[in-house]
Each structure stands twice: as structure tokens, then as C-alpha cells.
């Protein structure tokens, strides 16, 4: 390969953007066969990849990426299942950048490659051409094992478990398994089929999969154990909205995040009337957050029909937390992005509905507690934005149902379950947990890799307690 190109990555074709903000198709198409081939030329093999330091869940990315470079594109998905079964969902939402791909050794000098497109490529191949169903080995030590979600925390555990021999049953409160997979991400960013393949499989590892069950609600988790299962793992996420607390939040047209993407995605409130979730949505809409479910929520307003839509944060484009590529992509679709401003309260119409939002500018101070430079309200800086419709992107907390009903289960302040962090058990015997409602809400493969570490912690717990040496 020529030396110049080796540092130079091959681009990914997206969606035209004329085109993609009326539709609410995958922006992102992902790599051809001869673009996949591109990119794995450029991979040097390293005999020590940091890469795979770097992935929270070990996937052997030099030896992956060798199979696509062999054309053997099938292997090369199985060889990633081998330690992630979502890698479909993997390649197109887990920030590469700062993980797998931020100690790639090309980077130092250009582009480091691009693992999750290459990642996304074999996986989209294998589903393709028809999933393989790798055969389980019998085991001498099994137990009955409950997941309490079915997130990405859950889907890792399961599948871990069931690879092992246990019999393992999860349990979904909503009518389709995924969790944030379904109700979190818009289909232009993960298409929904994807996530139900990912979840498919898992089925047919032999996982039994029950939706519409909230335990806490129809189970406790001492009816769990009292039912027979040896070992409980809670991966419930943060689905609990987080508010500013400030005037007018209760105003018609002012949602919260996970309000308005449950309904755009879950429910398919973008297909209204074809399905019966309709969602109004304004000519004026401010999204306030920076992370990734601000992006989202944006993207899916303008979609929806508004003329106008803003992200309101109040720091600086340096500290957005969503990723740079998703900021690229709201960007060229027309988000405005007001930054440095804060809401001060929402002002609302004699009907009760929200018709302006009132903010106050900011300046950066000193960097808090997070690492980021701590915003500082500019005193008499008040001014007000015509806004019809809002929607409150600033985070998410877990629910707090299990944990209300789980005698024994501890807690941080945040309403977060304490665990062990090397495998995941937490301060009720036989309990584990992992993801969002440990860490509170982070990313797809964080929680991934926190499923692991739960799922080898739950699996030493039931052979000690069968007996097993």
C-alpha cells in the first residue's frame, strides 16, 4: 500500500442531506466491499494492539480485520461475536473514537483505521447471508439465572450465560426487547430491525426472552429467587428523566427527552397517523443538552416538521459531550446551535402552552468536578427565544422501582446500585448489576463491558454455590 494512504482513512457515503432531513432512514450506509477492503489494507497488525486494550469488551480487532482483508467476511463477524454479540449495533453507535480507535497506532501520524465501520460491515454480512448459531458446549455446573432489562447490559450478560450452560430468562417492561436500542436511538442512527436481529440472535442462543414484564411490579426480586433462579442481574438503565427545575416546565410543548424519543422511536410517533402515537411538534424548537439524546432529539424535531431547531448548551462546542460525528451530522442538517446559554424558565401562552423560553448567557470559569470548564451566568444577560415546542435533554437517572422493592440492595444517593466493579455483585447475595443504573447514563458499550464482567462475576457465584471447585 502506498505509504501516504496507509494514513489516510476511507470515508463512509451517508445519506444525502437534503434528502435524509424528510426520511427517517440510516444516514450513515455504510462501507461497500471495496471500501471494507480499503480500510483493512491499512491495518498494520500490530503484534501488541492497543486496539484491543482499548475495546471494553476485548474484541480481537486485529485478527477480525485480517479475516475482512482475506475476504472471508463471514469469519471475520463470528470472530467478533466470539466477545460481542451486538456488533451490528456496536459498529454504528459505540464512540470508537475515544476507545479502540484512540490508541490505534496510526493515529499518531493520520487517521487511525476505522474499526467500528469495519466492524458494521462484517456484521451486515453475516446477517446478510444468515446468522450462524455457534453449538454450546455441555456444562457440568448450571443455574437458572433472571436478567431484569434488556439493554445492552442485559443482551451481554445473556448471551455470556447461556454460552456457559445456565438457563437464562430476561425480562423486558416494554412490548419489545432492546431497551435504549429501541427507545432511546432514532432508526436514521440505528434502524430498528438492526437491534431486533441483534436481539433475535440472542434468542436463538436459547435465551428466553418475556416482554411486558416489570418486575418490582409483577415480580420482586425475592420472588425471583423464591421461583427458583440461583442468580438475579439488574440491568434496568436510567430511564428516569432529569428536569431543570425551573418555571414553566409543566407547559404544553415541553417534554422530556425520553418522553419524546420513546414516542418518535418505540412507538413510531414519526409514522402518525399509520401508527396512533401522534406527536405535536412545533415551528420553533429548542432542545436544550449537548450530549448524544440532544443531538437525537433535534435531529427527529426537524424530521418531524419544525422550521427551526436549536441546541441550547450552556458551555462552549469544546465541551459537548455527544460525539464529534454526530455534531457534523446535526450541523449539516441545519441544527443551530446557541451555546454558552442556559434557560432561566419557559413562558407560556394564555392556553398553557409554551410560546417562549427565557435564558441567560454564560461565560466559562474554572473546570468542575467533571474535567470541563465550569459555566457562569452572566449577570443581566436575560433574553428570551421564541420557542413553540421544548424538549429537556440533561441527563437520565435510574428508576427507582427494583431498588424501592429489593430489601437489601444499596444504593448511592443518585438512586444508582452499588456493586463491585471486578464483577458486578452488589450488596444483596445473588444479585449483580450493571449499566446505566449503576454508572447512571453513559454508552452502549460501557454498559457492554460492565455486562461482561457481571456475567463471569454471576457465573463463579452459581458454581460456588452448587459446589463446584
Given at each position: 500500500?502506498?505509504?501516504?494512504?496507509?494514513?489516510?482513512?476511507?470515508?463512509?457515503?451517508?445519506?444525502?442531506?437534503?434528502?435524509?432531513?424528510?426520511?427517517?432512514?440510516?444516514?450513515?450506509?455504510?462501507?461497500?466491499?471495496?471500501?471494507?477492503?480499503?480500510?483493512?489494507?491499512?491495518?498494520?497488525?500490530?503484534?501488541?494492539?492497543?486496539?484491543?486494550?482499548?475495546?471494553?469488551?476485548?474484541?480481537?480487532?486485529?485478527?477480525?480485520?485480517?479475516?475482512?482483508?482475506?475476504?472471508?467476511?463471514?469469519?471475520?463477524?463470528?470472530?467478533?461475536?466470539?466477545?460481542?454479540?451486538?456488533?451490528?449495533?456496536?459498529?454504528?453507535?459505540?464512540?470508537?473514537?475515544?476507545?479502540?480507535?484512540?490508541?490505534?497506532?496510526?493515529?499518531?501520524?493520520?487517521?487511525?483505521?476505522?474499526?467500528?465501520?469495519?466492524?458494521?460491515?462484517?456484521?451486515?454480512?453475516?446477517?446478510?447471508?444468515?446468522?450462524?448459531?455457534?453449538?454450546?458446549?455441555?456444562?457440568?455446573?448450571?443455574?437458572?439465572?433472571?436478567?431484569?432489562?434488556?439493554?445492552?447490559?442485559?443482551?451481554?450478560?445473556?448471551?455470556?450465560?447461556?454460552?456457559?450452560?445456565?438457563?437464562?430468562?430476561?425480562?423486558?417492561?416494554?412490548?419489545?426487547?432492546?431497551?435504549?436500542?429501541?427507545?432511546?436511538?432514532?432508526?436514521?442512527?440505528?434502524?430498528?430491525?438492526?437491534?431486533?436481529?441483534?436481539?433475535?440472535?440472542i434468542k436463538q442462543l436459547g435465551v428466553d426472552v418475556k416482554t411486558n414484564y416489570t418486575i418490582g411490579r409483577i415480580f420482586t426480586i425475592d420472588e425471583l429467587f423464591a421461583d427458583g433462579f440461583d442468580a438475579v442481574f439488574v440491568g434496568s438503565g436510567a430511564g428516569l428523566p432529569r428536569f431543570m427545575r425551573i418555571p414553566g416546565e409543566n407547559l404544553g410543548g415541553v417534554y422530556s427527552a425520553n418522553e419524546f424519543l420513546i414516542r418518535v422511536n418505540l412507538m413510531k410517533g414519526y409514522l402518525f397517523p399509520e401508527y396512533d402515537t401522534p406527536i405535536r411538534i412545533g415551528k420553533k424548537v429548542a432542545v436544550i443538552g449537548g450530549g448524544n439524546v440532544a443531538m437525537d432529539s433535534a435531529r427527529c424535531s426537524l424530521r418531524l416538521g419544525a422550521d427551526e431547531v436549536y441546541i441550547v448548551y450552556r458551555r462552549s462546542k469544546e465541551e459537548l459531550p455527544a460525539r464529534a460525528e454526530e455534531v457534523e451530522n446535526a450541523e449539516e442538517e441545519g441544527?443551530?446551535?446557541?451555546?454558552?446559554?442556559?434557560?432561566?424558565?419557559?413562558?407560556?401562552?394564555?392556553?398553557?402552552?409554551?410560546?417562549?423560553?427565557?435564558?441567560?448567557?454564560?461565560?466559562?470559569?474554572?473546570?468542575?468536578?467533571?474535567?470541563?470548564?465550569?459555566?457562569?451566568?452572566?449577570?443581566?444577560?436575560?433574553?428570551?427565544?421564541?420557542?413553540?415546542?421544548?424538549?429537556?435533554?440533561?441527563?437520565?437517572?435510574?428508576?427507582?422501582?427494583?431498588?424501592?422493592?429489593?430489601?437489601?440492595?444499596?444504593?448511592?444517593?443518585?438512586?444508582?446500585?452499588?456493586?463491585?466493579?471486578?464483577?458486578?455483585?452488589?450488596?444483596?447475595?445473588?444479585?449483580?448489576?450493571?449499566?446505566?443504573?449503576?454508572?447512571?447514563?453513559?454508552?452502549?458499550?460501557?454498559?457492554?463491558?460492565?455486562?461482561?464482567?457481571?456475567?463471569?462475576?454471576?457465573?463463579?457465584?452459581?458454581?460456588?454455590?452448587?459446589?463446584?471447585?
Amino acid at each position: 500500500m502506498d505509504k501516504q494512504k496507509r494514513f489516510i482513512e476511507i470515508e463512509m457515503d451517508k445519506q444525502d442531506v437534503q434528502e435524509r432531513i424528510h426520511n427517517f432512514y440510516e444516514v450513515a450506509l455504510g462501507y461497500n466491499e471495496e471500501q471494507a477492503l480499503a480500510e483493512a489494507e491499512r491495518c498494520l497488525q500490530c503484534p501488541k494492539p492497543r486496539c484491543v486494550q482499548g475495546c471494553p469488551v476485548g474484541v480481537p480487532i486485529p485478527e477480525f480485520i485480517k479475516l475482512i482483508k482475506d475476504k472471508d467476511y463471514k469469519a471475520a463477524s463470528l470472530k467478533i461475536k466470539e466477545k460481542n454479540s451486538l456488533p451490528a449495533v456496536c459498529g454504528r453507535v459505540c464512540p470508537q473514537e475515544n476507545q479502540c480507535q484512540e490508541t490505534c497506532v496510526l493515529g499518531k501520524k493520520g487517521d487511525p483505521i476505522s474499526i467500528g465501520r469495519l466492524e458494521r460491515f462484517a456484521s451486515d454480512y453475516e446477517r446478510n447471508q444468515g446468522v450462524t448459531i455457534p453449538k454450546l458446549e455441555a456444562a457440568s455446573v448450571t443455574g437458572k439465572v433472571a436478567i431484569v432489562g434488556s439493554g445492552p447490559a442485559g443482551l451481554t450478560v445473556a448471551a455470556d450465560l447461556v454460552k456457559l450452560g445456565h438457563e437464562v430468562v430476561m425480562f423486558e417492561s416494554l412490548h419489545l426487547a432492546g431497551g435504549v436500542l429501541m427507545y432511546g436511538i432514532p432508526e436514521f442512527r440505528l434502524p430498528k430491525e438492526i437491534v431486533q436481529a441483534e436481539v433475535s440472535y440472542i434468542k436463538q442462543l436459547g435465551v428466553d426472552v418475556k416482554t411486558n414484564y416489570t418486575i418490582g411490579r409483577i415480580f420482586t426480586i425475592d420472588e425471583l429467587f423464591a421461583d427458583g433462579f440461583d442468580a438475579v442481574f439488574v440491568g434496568s438503565g436510567a430511564g428516569l428523566p432529569r428536569f431543570m427545575r425551573i418555571p414553566g416546565e409543566n407547559l404544553g410543548g415541553v417534554y422530556s427527552a425520553n418522553e419524546f424519543l420513546i414516542r418518535v422511536n418505540l412507538m413510531k410517533g414519526y409514522l402518525f397517523p399509520e401508527y396512533d402515537t401522534p406527536i405535536r411538534i412545533g415551528k420553533k424548537v429548542a432542545v436544550i443538552g449537548g450530549g448524544n439524546v440532544a443531538m437525537d432529539s433535534a435531529r427527529c424535531s426537524l424530521r418531524l416538521g419544525a422550521d427551526e431547531v436549536y441546541i441550547v448548551y450552556r458551555r462552549s462546542k469544546e465541551e459537548l459531550p455527544a460525539r464529534a460525528e454526530e455534531v457534523e451530522n446535526a450541523e449539516e442538517e441545519g441544527i443551530i446551535f446557541r451555546l454558552l446559554n442556559n434557560p432561566t424558565k419557559f413562558i407560556g401562552d394564555e392556553s398553557g402552552w409554551v410560546k417562549g423560553m427565557e435564558c441567560i448567557k454564560m461565560k466559562l470559569g474554572e473546570p468542575d468536578a467533571s474535567g470541563r470548564r465550569r459555566p457562569i451566568p452572566i449577570e443581566g444577560s436575560e433574553f428570551v427565544m421564541d420557542v413553540d415546542t421544548a424538549i429537556i435533554a440533561i441527563g437520565q437517572t435510574p428508576n427507582p422501582l427494583i431498588q424501592r422493592t429489593t430489601e437489601g440492595l444499596e444504593t448511592t444517593k443518585w438512586g444508582t446500585i452499588i456493586v463491585n466493579e471486578e464483577n458486578g455483585a452488589a450488596t444483596k447475595d445473588g444479585v449483580f448489576a450493571g449499566g446505566d443504573v449503576v454508572s447512571g447514563a453513559a454508552t452502549v458499550i460501557s454498559a457492554m463491558g460492565a455486562g461482561k464482567r457481571a456475567a463471569r462475576g454471576m457465573h463463579e457465584y452459581i458454581q460456588k454455590k452448587k459446589g463446584s471447585k
